[in-house]
Each structure stands twice: as C-alpha cells, then as structure tokens.
C-alpha cells in the first residue's frame, strides 16, 4: 500500500473518531438540557423501553439469522471450500464471514444509539419548546445529529479498517452485505412493526372504542409511538448506513481493479478522501445549524444542508487540487451531489403543501375516498418522472465525464461505470447531513404528542407544531435523496458485479463479461422477472402488516376483556404494553423474512438458471422497477399525508367533513405505501445486488444455461 | 416473389374474405332475432345513436392528427425528402403516408362495425333469454364473434395487400403505426370517455339526487351505457388489432431480412401461413362454440378457445410438414400459443370470485375503505409475477429453440429474435377468438341492464346475469392473454428496430448496432427515463377522467336546472342525452392528446439526444414498466370489481353494508384502473415502439451523442 493511500485511510478513521467524539458532545448537550415534567418523563420513559424491547428482539432474530447466513458465507464464499486450496479458501471465507458480522454489528450499534438518542431527545425538545422555538429546535436537531454522526462514522471507519486490514476488496462487499441485510431487518421489519402498531390502536380505539388516539388505556399506544422511533429513526439511519456502504464498497471493488493495472493509481485513495472530506463537511454544516431570529426551522434545515455540500465542493477541489486527483472525478462527484440536491427539491413539490398537488388532492377529497386514492395515485406516478430523469442524467453525465479516461483491459472496468460509483459516492457524501435532517423528524414529532399528553399549553404545542412541519417537509427531500441515491448506487453496483465475475472468470480461464446485451435473451428474461420483485416485495409485506394488525387486534381484545378496570380507566390500573409491542416486533419479524427469502431466492433461482447474463438482466430491471415502484409509494403517501393534514388546517370542510373522513383513508393507504413497503424496496434492491456479486463465482460456474 | 409466398398471401387474402363472409352471415344471423319489445328497443336506439355519434367524433378528430401525421410522414419518412434522390423519396414516403393511413382506414372500419353489431346484439340477447338461456348465449357470443371476424379479417388482409403490392417491410411499420395511433385514440379516449359518463352519472345522479343507477331522466345515462360499448369493444377491438398487426410487422420486418440472405428461404411464406391458419382455426372455433344442455356459459367459452387452440396446433403442424417449414419455428409458435392461454389461467386465479384474493380483499373491506385498497393494491402487485415469468419464458425458450438456426450478418437479426417474433405470432394466431370472448363481455353486460329495464321478469334477468357473470370471468383471462400478448410483440419489435437501424446504416456506410449493452450509459440512461414513461403516461389519462368528469358534471346540473319538468320526471320531458355524449366525447379525446403527445416526444427526445443506442434502452424500460403496471392495475381494477360482486351477493354483510360502501370505493378505483390506464399502457408501447422504429433514420443519423 502507498503511503497516500495509507494517509487517506488513516484520515478517513480519524475523521470517523473525531465523529463519534462529536457525536458524543451532541449527545450529552441534550442529555444535560432539563427535563423536570414528571408525565412527560414518564410517558417518555414508556417508549424508550418499548423501543428498546423491539431493538432487542430484533437483534435477537437478527444474529440467528446471521449465524446461518454466516456459516453459508464460511462455506461457499468467495469460493466453495472445496474449489481449489482448501486452507487458502478457509483462511478467505472465514474472513469473509468476519466482514459480513461486523458490517451487521457495526449497522445494529448505529441503529441503537439512533434510537437511544431520539428517546432522551423528544422529552428534552418537548420541554425546551416552553423556552422558544429556537432552544427547542436546537434540541430536536442535535438529537437527529448524533444519529447523522453514528451512522457516517460507523460506516466510514468499517469500510477504511477492512481495507486498511485486508487490502481485499471482495471482503467489502462482505461488509456491505451484512449492513444490508441488517437493513432489511430494521426497515422492513421496523414498517411492518410501526403500520401493525398504527393501524391496530387505531381499530381498536379510535374505531371501535371511540377513546382518543393516544389514550394511555390502549394497550397499543405505546407501541405506536415505539413505532416512530423504530421505523424512522433506526431503520432510515439502517437504510443509509446501507446505501452509504454499498457506495463506497462499489466504488472501491472498481478503484482496486484500476488501481491494480494502471501504475500509480490513486482511485482508492480518491475515494476514501472525499468519503471522508464528507462526513467532515458534514460535521461543521452540523455545527453552525442554529435558527436565527427571525428564521424559520425549514430555512434553518434546508441552510445547512446548503452548506454542507458547498463545504464538501470546496474542500474536495482544494484535496483534488493538492493531490493531483483527475478533475474528473472531482466533476462526477459533485454532479451526483448536485443532482440529488435536485432531485430532492423536485420531490418536494408533490409532497408540500403549499403546491397544487396536495391541494388537488384534498379538493378531490370532497367527492369521497375513491378520488383521494385516485389523484394520490395518479400524482404519485407522475412524481416519478423527474428523480428518474434526474438519475438518468447524473449516471450519464458520469459516465461522459470519466470515460475518456480509459479502461482496465483485465476486468472490463471502464472509468465511466467508476465515474457513475464516484458520482453515486458524491451525492451520498453529505448523508451525514441527510440522517441528521431525516432522524429530526420523528424526534419532534414524539415532542409534539409530550407537549400535549403533558399539558404544556397551547402556545407550546404550537411550537413544537412549526418544528414538526418542517420536519415533513423535508422529510420529503431527504426521501427522494435516499431513493435516488440508492437508485445510483445500484447501478454502480452493476459495474461491481461485472468485476467480480471477470475477475473469477480471468482466474478460471473462462471467457469474461463484456457486455449485457438486451438482445441476449438470457438478459431479458433476467430482465423481466428481475422487474417483477420489488412488486412481489411490497405486496408481502403489505399483506404482512395486515396479517399482525389481526394479531395485534385480538391481543388488545384480549387485554381489555380480562384485565378489570382498564376499559373504565381505573385510576392505576394500566395495560401490559410490553405484549403488545412483543406481538409487533415478532409478527413484523415473521411476516417479513418470506420477504426477504423470497428476493434472495429468486436472485439465485435466476443466477443458476441463466448465469451471469441473466443476473446483469435481472438487476437492471429490479432497478428499473424497484426505483419506479419506491418513488411512486413514498410520495404518493407523503402527499395523503399532508393532504389530511391540509384539510385538517380547515381547508375543505376542516376535521370532521367528508373531505377530512376520504383524506383519512389517503392517509391509512399512504401509511405502509410511505413507511412500510417503498423505502424497503431501497434494501431490497441493495441486498438483490450484493448477493449477485458475491455469488457472482457460483453463477458463473454451475448454472444451466 | 416466389410461388409459395404469393400462394400464401392470396390464401391470407381469400380468409380474410371468408372471415368477412361468415361475419355478415353472423351479423344477419344475429339481426334476424326477434326485436319485439318497444322499451328495449327504443333504449338499445339511444345507446346505438349514443355510440356512433362517438365515433364519428372521434374518427373526426382522429382524421384532423392522422392528416397532420400524414403530412409528417410524407416529408420524413422513411427518409427525409431532401436526403439523397428526390423523387425515389417522394414515392416511397407518399407509399409510407399511404400505408399509414390504411392501417388507420382498417381499423376504424373494424371498430365501426364492432360498434354496429354489439348495439343490435345487445337488445337481441335480452330478448332471447326469454326463450332461454342456450339461444340467448348464442346472440351473446355470435354478436361477439362479429368484431372477431373483422378485426381480424380487416388486419390480416391490410398486412397481406401491403406486402403483396410493395414487398416492404417498412411499410408494413407504417401500417402498424396508423393501426397504432387509431387504437391510441380508441382504447384511451374510450376508457376515458366510459370512466367520465359513468363517474358523473353516479356522482349526481346516485349521490346528489339519489335517484337510481339507470334512471332516465339523469342526463348520462345513456353516455353511461354508451361508454361500455365504446371502451370494451371498439377500444379493446382497436387494441387488439394493433398487437395482432404489430406482431406481423415485426416478425415481417425479420422474416424479410432473412429471405435476403438465405437461398430458399421461406420466413415470410410461413408467417403468412400461420397467421391465416389462426384466422381460420378461430372460425372453426366460433362454428362450433354453443352450450351443451347441462352446460354452463364460461365452460362453453372456454371450450371453444381451447379448441381454437388444437385446431391451431395440428393445423400448422400439418403445413409445417407439407411446406417443409422449420419444425423450430412451429415450436416457437406453440409454445407462445400455449404459454398464452397458461397465463390467462394464472390471471383468472387474482380475479375470481371463487379464489382467495377477491375473497380476502372483500373481507379486509370489512375494516374499511383503506384496507379495501391497500389488500387490491398488494394482490395486484403479486399477480404481476405468473405473467412477467410466463412472457419470460416464452421469450426466452422461443430464442433458445430458434437460436441453432443461425444469424443474418448483415441486418445482425438472429434466428432467436426472430423465434421471439413468430411466438408472438403464435400467441395472437387466435386472437379471433379471443376478440369474440371478450366483446361477448359488454354485450351481454348491456342485456341484462336491458331485461331490467325492460321488466322481462326475474328469470329472464337471471339468465342474463349467468351470461354476465361468465363474460366477467373469461374477461380476466383475455386481458392477461393480451398484455402478455403485447408484451411479446414489443419484445419482437426491438429486434424489428435493429433490423431498421441496421439496413439504415448499412445504406450509409455506417456502423451498424450489435448490441443494446445495458453497461452502455446510453443505454442506462434511456432505460431510466422509458421506465418512467408508462407511469407518467396513465396519471395523465387518470388526471384526464377528472377534469373531464368536472366538466360534465357541470353539464347535468344545468339540464336539471334548465329543463323544465327533468328532475320531476314530467312524461315526454328528455334529458338531452347527446350533450353529454358530446362533452364526454371531446373531452375524452381533448384530455388524450397531451398524454400520447407526450409518451411520442419524450421518445424523439430521447432518440435526438441519445440516438439510437439510448433508443434502445428507452423501448426495454418502456417495455418492462408498462408490463408490471398494466398488469398491476388490470388485475387489480378486475378484483376490486368482482370483490364488490362478491360483497354484493351476500358476503360481509352483503348490499348497503360497511363492506359494501369499501367495496364500492375499491371499485371505483379499479374502474379508470382496469379500464382507462391499464389498458392504454399496451397501446402507449406499441406507438412508441413504432415511432422509433419509423423514426431509426432520423435517430441514426441525426442525434446529439
């Protein structure tokens, strides 16, 4: 290894040190703010216990699955025990097996401190609210940042110490998949969980028993506000954790090939700069976040977004400069930032309120449910266009950008499908920033419901109101961002596959991968039922979730029948929300691993069937499909969403009329559409990609075809 | 031309006569039924009168966009006058503009008179079910098997003249295209006309005034029953004539290549032979399609298809064997025939009443509205899977059975591509019959609103309901067979797209096309935006519905309001019915344009910026899309329906109950879904599969990149 390179990789772990040391300090500033309303802490200790129950559980699950997933790994990759040296392979796998693990263990650490984070910071954000918008929105978004600090850093320095370690790009990939079927878990899992515990308190209660939402008597009331957490705090800090990692580990896989070939290459080195000049840019936009006097929290949000990524633009030219990187790479990089910060802003418009789509929608509302559903759904697909136009144009404005630069003969790596990882690895650099603004959300959204359950007064809830709108606004962007990113990503992680197979085939002696060819019929039928999985995906764990909220609804049943005093409110006499949480967590557990098999096995279904051409085919259209299908359902619930919430502010009737009773179905439609199945098509995807690659030796030797 | 190849365009040609024949003696047949009753028949008048005064307008427009893309297609195509010699260009785009303008001419007459006869079958199946039920489903079927015979007669024999006279195969993409633009106009305007009337009609009429579904004096009411008439059997006769015709074009525009080149070779003498041997199994099917005495309707139905089918099979096995065709080919064309008829089984299972997923969504209906939709939308998603596996392997085994026979150097068109072409082929060869099937829907559907109202009595009612009931049930069957249907040709349409790039620059000298590599960034980048295109395309049809439906609306408020003695029902005052017949007309056809207009720029776009290349890209995300949402929203539209059936006939509480009312919302949901948007998506391929195709020179020669 160079020294360069060796710099890079030790800047790039202390920069993650230097991280968590941050996210330390955020961490104990909020932990230190007062926190005196005895209901509040009281109620806020509930969640934080039922948050933490379902992370447990999960976990639990989680490393039985892992073990299994572990010793297949220790068996078959990169190679079958038996192909070739014995100890070779053992000494390989079992490295292997060690990188999947500790991708899963560095992904679940982030996601408990995420969690453990949100839980202190609602009761703070709610309490510093009485002290003005300016304190209480500090709170809330440091809290966030401690997660945004986490997740970077864990990421960056598990990827910089397997390098450092293993110099062994394969083995990233290793990583990588661990982060991601962690993320299968805690996203798919934790929207299962948070729709099973929604849907279920509200039958019961607001439904059948006519009590409010969150009244303490209902035995799922607690798990509902557990599912906030656990939904949008720890499985989007999973989710990105994922993303961010898959980034880099594409990116490196094709930095090593061409570092390998072209003397004094310096693509490792780039990348793991501007990774860690990200999470740096990051970290200062962090730093001067505040709102000013006159400010609003969304101008306050959106501000230091904004400087981030020109800290990251600035920074990475002066490294690129002083370094002697190719201004190429610089320019794919910050296209893909560019480009995501566009395609945010354009997702935006579908989700906020003050646009015409979301006014169309709750105007619709007034002729019933029939038309929320329709202009939701009809809005929802046109949303699609411009993130995928602006996906097309950052893959290919990449690819024009480095393509003059050459190809590596060996493994067929063009520096166009590298410019298309650096460009993926650009727009994910500020994720730090995007986690922070994203895990804000659900934090002030917690406050706002303390603020009420514990009687601060109107003017207080009032606050915490403005914070939480902005959190749904940007919200969105941060969702169109993930997706995109994501979506990038994937595509990068194509041209990581091609390198695998080449390289094994190089190795084997067999004829390498040229090309996927559409007119190649084992492409287009990979193709085809490669297209058909993220709709299979999401339909299974929607039926999912409306198989627990069954179970769940008969537990609550079962609670207010037998325990006497509950339905009357019997002063002391309190439900056992543990069960009700236990019931989520493990049905959302349960319902969600025929999910996941059912991608994971139809990739390999397909791999031994058609081979590696059928794979190439097979992820292109689960690309295609999974991004079209996730834009589609996380905006088209964003925008039910704010649409009840806009005739909620008394447009069209206000609470009560026809509009508001149609907006509410919207919403009840939008919930798993939003939360549930469209972001946890993101991983699905992700995880698809990375077993190909990594399977990418046994498709290339044992299918049929 | 060889003497086998006229032999068999003139045996094309005298079954597309005996297909007419044995049409006008079906249509006299059904004629010369009793009409007896004055109330049926001064209704079925208004709806006869309704419907044309539709056409006539739609064709008006039509004429005024086919004159204009006339003129376009005069100066550009296939070459732009002013490249190269003048005056060859002159003849051969005035011979395009011809063929174009046939292919809309045949169409329109085909759709004209599946208008005339559904609209005199339909008065004359209610009457006959008086006399019962085996007579009855005989004028059902018959009036059916009327559009059958000429679509498929008026399509077969367009196709055979061009060739026969020109020898062209590029013209024939001509002729598909005017078929394309006119099914465009037919299948969209009419699901967005059928969806206007039949929303306001409900909206005011049930919901305002609460009179009932079919009362008289509600202004839609017959553009109500007009639209069934003018969305499934014009629209659906319209749609498919073009996939029947653009799988002959394209598997043509192959078959011509290969001649070329190969000594003897026999390619287009065989498409010929099947096609007419389809043409003529489907009349011999039709012949003997009647119920047994302890038969039911959907039995007897689906006996005459499957015997279509065998008929099909040893017929071409027999000319294969006498005219020493390929044997791979007959396989191709079997298989594509067999996997066919095996989806349209996989589909039927997500639509029928009798199996889990319409059961399930209705008893999810009993929690309301949301879970109505969100238990369609996830059975919907997973019933795309058996059809994109089924397209998947038809494409895919027609390749590797017809891939040995080798490949044509110069147009790169493979013997496997074209195997995909003549599965097509297989798999529309009985598309008489299935036309019949299909148009036998509507046509009994508006008997049994005619023995209603009528008051031919309950029995008689009952009897159409059994018709009705089956009609809804082979419905589900044809609709999977022509998406899949459509999906094929398409697929074979790509390789019809290569075919014309690569004649284009072999003409220039430049370099042809081998591959549509999807590592390509032209490729990806096409991709990305071509998958986006269905989505966007079916918003804006939906987002048509709406407005137009506000607009009519307005139209039955003023009638109500300007007509004295409508509302009370006053004898000898009429609404006047053809007002809203005309705004739904306009509308529909007004709201279309932007939406077709934008799904054709976006591909000039594309092709201008990317060329040919991301052309490519963009047909396959185009392609891959629009299958899993026509697919999704067919199938779901269809469950929400016969869900709603379901509730109806006493489950869950049965009419009027909560299910019922959640039911009701799924059902109007699924109606723009499975009759508006669903169905255009195969038309909005095929147009934009032919413009490229039509357009190759021009993306060839002309484009940024």
Chains 1, 2 share one sequence.
Not at 182 to 198: C, N, P, Q, S
Not at 324 to 334: C, G, H, K, N
Not at 360 to 375: C, D, K, Q, R
Not at 676 to 697: D, R
Request: net charge negative; charged share 15%.
């Amino acid at each position: 290894m160079d020294g360069m390179l060796k710099g890079f990789l030790i800047l790039s772990i202390v920069i993650a040190f230097i991280a968590f040391g941050f996210a330390v300090w955020l961490y104990f500033w909020v932990k230190k703010q007062p926190a005196t309303n005895e209901k509040i802490h009281d109620i806020g200790e509930l969640i934080r216990k039922g948050a933490n129950t379902f992370l447990s559980k999960e976990y639990a699950i989680l490393a039985k699955f892992a073990a299994v997933v572990a010793v297949l790994i220790f068996i078959f990759l990169p190679k079958p025990l038996w192909d070739g040296s014995f100890v070779d392979n053992l000494l390989m796998n079992l490295q292997m097996t060690i990188a999947y693990l500790a991708g899963t263990t560095f992904s679940a650490i982030a996601g408990k401190i995420g969690i453990q984070i949100a839980t202190i910071a609602n009761t703070r954000t709610a309490e510093a609210a009485q002290k003005g918008i300016r304190l209480s929105f500090l709170n809330g978004f440091r809290g966030g940042a401690v997660m945004g600090m986490a997740v970077v850093g864990t990421s960056l320095l598990g990827i910089a110490l397997v390098f450092l370690l293993t110099q062994n790009s394969t083995l990233l990939l290793g990583f990588s998949f661990g982060a991601s079927s962690l993320a299968l878990f805690a996203k798919a899992g934790g929207g299962i969980f948070t729709k099973t515990a929604d849907i279920s308190a509200d039958l019961v209660g607001k439904v059948e028993l006519g009590i409010p939402e969150d009244d303490p008597r209902n035995p799922a009331v607690i798990a509902d506000n557990v599912g906030d957490n656990v939904g949008d705090v720890a499985g989007m800090g999973a989710d990105l954790f994922d993303s961010h990692v898959a980034s880099l580990a594409a990116s490196l896989v094709m930095a090593v090939a061409l570092d390998k070939v072209i003397l004094g290459g310096n693509h490792v080195a780039l990348i793991f700069c501007y990774a860690a000049i990200g999470l740096l840019s990051s970290i200062i936009g962090i730093g001067f976040a505040k709102m000013g006097k006159n400010d609003n929290p969304t101008n306050a949000l959106n501000t230091s977004t904004y400087l981030t990524t020109g800290i990251f633009a600035v920074l990475t030219a002066l490294a690129t400069l002083i370094f002697d990187f190719e201004w190429r790479m610089y320019f794919a990089a910050t296209l893909g930032l560019f480009v995501g910060v566009i395609i945010g802003i354009a997702t935006d418009y579908f989700t906020d309120d003050r646009k015409k789509p979301v006014q169309n929608v709750a105007e619709a509302s007034e002729s019933g449910p029939a038309f929320t559903i329709l202009s939701g759904v009809s809005y929802g697909f046109l949303s699609v266009l411009p993130a995928m136009i602006g996906i097309a144009i950052s893959a290919l404005g990449a690819y024009l950008i480095c393509a003059p630069l050459g190809i590596d003969t060996a493994t067929k790596v063009t520096y166009g499908m590298f410019g298309i990882s650096v460009a993926a690895v650009g727009m994910l650099s500020i994720v730090g920033m995007i986690i922070s603004n994203d895990a804000y959300g659900p934090i002030v959204d917690n406050a706002r419901g303390l603020a009420e359950m514990g009687n601060l007064g109107d003017e207080v809830v009032e606050i915490t109101d403005k914070l939480d709108s902005a959190g749904n606004t940007v919200k969105a962007v941060t969702k169109g961002f993930a997706i995109s990113a994501a979506g990038l990503t994937v595509i990068s992680l194509l041209g990581a596959f091609l390198s695998e197979v080449n390289d094994a085939a190089l190795e084997r002696g067999l004829a390498g991968i040229t090309s996927f060819d559409i007119l190649n019929p084992m492409v287009f039928f990979g193709l085809l039922i490669g297209a058909a999985v993220p709709a299979v995906f999401s339909a299974m764990l929607m039926l999912g979730v409306n198989r627990n909220a069954e179970r769940m609804v008969a537990e609550i049943h079962r609670q207010f029948n037998e325990i006497p005093g509950l339905k009357e409110g019997k002063e002391g006499v309190m439900p056992e929300y543990e069960k009700c949480i236990l019931i989520a967590t493990t049905g959302a557990l349960k319902e969600l691993i025929p999910a996941g098999l059912f991608a994971i096995i139809i990739t390999i279904v397909v791999g031994l069937t058609g081979g590696v051409y059928a794979i190439g085919g097979f992820l292109t259209g689960n690309i295609v499909s999974g991004l079209i299908l996730a834009l589609f359902m996380s905006n088209s619930g964003g925008l039910w969403d704010n649409g009840k919430k806009y005739v909620e502010a008394g447009h069209h009737g206000g609470k009560g009329s026809q509009a508001h009773k149609a907006a509410v179905v919207g919403d009840t439609v939008g919930d798993p559409f939003k939360d549930t199945a469209g972001p946890s098509i993101n991983t699905q995807i992700t995880v698809v990609s990375l077993v190909s690659s990594l399977l990418a030796v046994i498709f290339l030797t044992w299918s049929i075809f």
